[in-house]
């Protein structure tokens, strides 16, 4: 296991791209197949459930290391991942234990139906043979997840790189159907299990922010207005019955959206359309955050979807039975796209609406009022654009609503998690209610690293906790808040509820004095 | 506390009518070591270990009145006899011992247990009451032996050298520095930014012995350090003069860095946990050595490692001081040291 520890040390002290496809090419050049495989399926997500509980092993731990649970605890807050607690925590090892990674997978699969007992016994042997960092690979192992800031694209890139095969065909190799044990590196990476052929996507033409005044963008005639959601921006492509879907990161994301699939399958032809893959509640779209909650999971439970059920808008359609349409203009493909949903008829699937504008000063009014239907704001298209690949300045605009801002003081902050355990990234604000505080929002995105890292020191002096996770500290830093709505909610203290919440500015001009008030926050309701 | 007060302006001695380490101006001050945060200006008189006089009138100024004396011999001021004993934290870092009337204070000011290769190595003292550090009061510290280490940091040049990239150590120009520069003794020339280079120049001139580095200046000839070792403050993370370094590997020698969050937070390719502090153990078997009746707590992890002392039958208080918190904090000072 030493290549593969040494190989995830260096993916995660790097945060540039091409230094930890350098170090995954390189470890595929030397490891053994089986090896190849487990690494490619943990990446992705392929796992089996934990064999043993976590709760057992911080047992093992404070028994071998006499510790008190809430030192124990203190660690685990300090540190920030359990796995890399214990392995810090145990003795230096006694022996030394080298295996390939894909006999430790076998022997933690085979763990599973022994007794508490037998896996105390071996996990605790494992323990006291493998140093720090190995150690910390098997608690891993272990637990089953690795998030070590390599996405399924980083991968595909390196085995790109690796075997010079085109990035998004491996990208539909790695997610379609097969084990580590039916399979054999080169099959899986030459695709023989699956059709790719149908599953090909096209790259996304995209939009630059606007950037002139929209006189200068000269005949409204010419342009299609739409709006703009915040959801999965998604390729779906549907060939020879086959369905896929591919996100914007050219990620394939197809089991994630079982409803999407079950609805354009029962569509008629074949064809690749572009759209926004939103939460769509009572015909209501609903937020991001909503949206997040049914990302990147491996099962799509029953729940999850009656909780946040999902639709597509669709914006543009780039091949027809086979046809690729992507040199047609805008307004032909629009036509196209018409005429394939005027024959089908979905709840699911929705043309995104062209708005009618007579003039240019029509369009700002309509912009700021996108915000009270969870609408990001508008796209600007040529009529004649053709489907660009990737960004072209000129033909395609957005143009989004400027978000809403208030300033709050902090009240708590906590540490982050992964890279940013290290620090306190996430904070809660509140502002003045008569004499008192009271929350309105939490945000841990908008600063830079350099201001986390002067927060985070200032936060170790003003504390009022002294343990566990959670800071208490002196109402003195004012931050200005930006989000994109705001609604009256029961659920909340101060009565309000933020949407997308985050940190616009860290405003050290300004004291406890000068925050807003929950009526000058309540006011902005009345107004939006 | 017999006959020490922690006041606003630091812990003060009411019989000797001193200071140790004051934050704020004071007639007379005693210094455990050269780091900034316990090495301040404007103090009408210093003394401190025979290893730090140099440091200290390099940092403070040449003019100040300053007296220091070697470990383990005693001086009396105003019926408090004073001694220093090894600290291990860096070169001239000393615990400051007091005995009055026959009761003994010790202030480890920072110290570091485990021996390295270029400082004395820390000496357990027996008081009465042991003032302690805790920058690193957690259980999960637990730090390699300086043979490891070097292993470990001579061990990356190499492969840095097959890989054609110059190896960029990054730590604090008084004491990490020297330190590092020990560790990768004879792998190949080594190159020191000029706070560094001051530093060494004070410190050879008082007449320690420590290994030969060269001066990097801005305009440097790229050619010559290609592949070779350079040492860094960390406030040059992200400098014009490490983007003119070719091909450089980066590395933060600090305890922090023993902990994954916090090496990949800095963006660096290598993290190595060089500490000049205590690890848990070392706390641990520092305090216990002191045989101390009471143990104050200083800056660090005070609340953690008082509440686990006091578990374990010794009785321990918490001491809010104005030490460095956080080791990150010391950066600051460099910076408007090296502007």
């Known amino acids: 296991m030493k290549d593969f520890s040494n190989l995830i040390s260096a993916i995660e002290i790097t945060n540039k791209t091409n230094a930890k496809i350098e170090a995954l090419v390189n470890y595929f050049k030397t490891a053994p197949d089986k090896d190849k495989l487990w690494l490619i399926a943990l990446f992705t997500g392929k796992r089996s459930s934990r064999p043993v509980k976590s709760n057992l092993m911080k047992g093992w731990v404070m028994e071998i290391t006499q510790l008190p649970e809430w030192l124990f605890l203190e660690s685990y807050s300090s540190v920030g991942d359990l796995g890399e607690t214990i392995a810090l925590l145990l003795p230096n090892p006694e022996n030394k234990i080298e295996k390939p990674l894909n006999v430790w997978i076998d022997e933690l699969i085979n763990l599973k139906s022994e007794t508490d007992e037998e896996k105390k016994a071996y996990v605790l042997n494992a323990w006291n043979g493998l140093k720090a960092q190995e150690r910390l690979i098997f608690n891993k192992l272990i637990g089953g997840s690795f998030r070590i800031g390599v996405s399924k694209k980083t991968l595909v890139n390196a085995l790109e790189k690796l075997s010079g095969i085109d990035a998004n065909q491996l990208m539909h190799s790695i997610i379609g159907n097969w084990t580590p044990d039916t399979i054999t590196f080169d099959e899986l990476l030459s695709g023989e299990h699956i059709n790719y052929d149908n599953s090909k996507p096209y790259p996304f033409c995209l939009a630059y922010a606007l950037e002139k005044d929209l006189e200068d963008l000269g005949n409204e005639n010419d342009w299609q207005v739409e709006y703009k959601w915040d959801g999965i921006r998604g390729q779906i492509i549907k060939r020879e019955d086959e369905v896929f879907i591919w996100s914007r990161g050219e990620e394939l994301v197809t089991q994630q959206f079982p409803e999407i699939v079950e609805a354009v399958s029962q569509l008629q032809g074949s064809f690749v359309i572009d759209g926004e893959i939103l939460a769509i509640k009572d015909s209501t779209v609903l937020l991001f955050n909503d949206l997040q909650k049914r990302l990147n999971r491996k099962n799509v439970t029953k729940k999850l979807l009656e909780e946040v059920p999902v639709g597509l808008y669709i914006y543009d359609i780039l091949e027809i039975d086979g046809i690729d349409l992507r040199e047609k203009s805008m307004a032909v493909r629009r036509l196209k796209l018409e005429t394939l949903f005027k024959q089908n008829k979905s709840d699911m699937l929705k043309l995104s609406e062209v708005i009618n504008f007579k003039s240019w000063n029509e369009l700002d009014d309509l912009r700021n009022a996108a915000r009270s239907f969870n609408s990001e704001g508008l796209m600007l298209k040529k009529k004649s654009s053709i489907y660009h690949v990737g960004r072209k300045k000129g033909d395609w605009w957005k143009w989004k609503v400027d978000p809403l801002t208030i300033d709050a003081v902090m009240i708590y902050a906590q540490k982050g998690s992964g890279r940013r355990s290290s620090k306190y990234t996430d904070y809660t604000f509140a502002v003045q209610n008569d004499d008192n505080l009271v929350t309105v929002a939490k945000a841990y995105s908008g600063l830079t690293d350099k201001e986390i890292t002067e927060i985070s020191r200032w936060v170790n002096k003003n504390a009022i906790e002294k343990f566990g996770p959670v800071r208490t500290v002196k109402p003195e830093l004012v931050f200005e808040i930006a989000f994109e709505g705001i609604a009256y909610s029961k659920r909340h203290k101060s009565g309000v509820a933020l949407r997308f919440p985050r940190m616009k500015r860290w405003r050290k001009d300004k004291t406890l004095k000068d925050i807003d008030t929950i009526q000058t926050v309540k006011a902005l309701i009345e107004v939006n | ?339």
């Open chain 2, 1 to 339: 506390m017999k006959f020490i007060k922690f006041t606003k302006k630091g812990i003060y001695c009411i019989p000797g009518k001193f200071y140790l380490d004051p934050w704020f101006p004071v007639d007379y001050a005693i210094i455990s070591h050269g780091h900034a945060d316990h090495a301040r200006w404007g103090n009408k008189y210093y003394l401190c270990h025979n290893d730090s006089k140099a440091i200290l009138k390099h940092r403070i100024g040449q003019d100040i009145s300053i007296e220091s004396m070697g470990y383990n011999e005693p001086k009396m001021i105003n019926g408090v006899q004073v001694s220093f004993y090894p600290a291990g934290h860096i070169i001239g870092s000393a615990q400051i011992r007091l005995e009055y009337k026959g009761y003994v204070i010790v202030f480890s000011g920072d110290y570091k247990t485990q021996p390295d290769f270029i400082s004395v190595p820390f000496e357990p003292v027996k008081c009465n009451e042991f003032i302690t550090e805790s920058t690193f009061g957690l259980p999960v510290y637990k730090w390699k032996s300086e043979l490891d280490l070097q292993a470990e940091l001579q061990n990356w040049v190499l492969q840095n050298q097959q890989n054609n990239r110059t190896s960029v150590f990054l730590g604090y120009s008084l004491g990490k520095a020297q330190r590092i520069m020990k560790l990768v003794e004879g792998v190949d020339d080594v190159y020191v930014h000029s706070a560094i280079n001051n530093f060494n120049k004070t410190i050879s001139g008082s007449g320690i012995t420590i290994p030969e580095t060269t001066l990097i200046k801005p305009d440097f000839d790229k050619k010559n350090i290609q592949n070779k070792i350079v040492i860094l403050p960390p406030a040059l993370l992200g400098s014009k003069l490490l983007k003119r370094i070719p091909n450089a590997a980066t590395a933060i020698c600090s305890g922090w860095m023993h902990i994954r969050g916090n090496r990949r937070w800095k963006g660096v390719d290598a993290g190595f946990a060089v500490s000049d502090h205590a690890d848990w153990d070392g706390l641990l078997e520092a305090v216990k050595a002191t045989e101390a009746e009471k143990v104050y707590v200083t800056h660090g992890s005070q609340a953690v490692f008082s509440k686990y002392l006091n578990e374990i039958c010794i009785e321990a208080h918490e001491l809010k001081t104005e030490y460095g918190e956080d080791e990150l904090a010391k950066q600051d000072i460099l910076k408007t040291e090296t502007a």
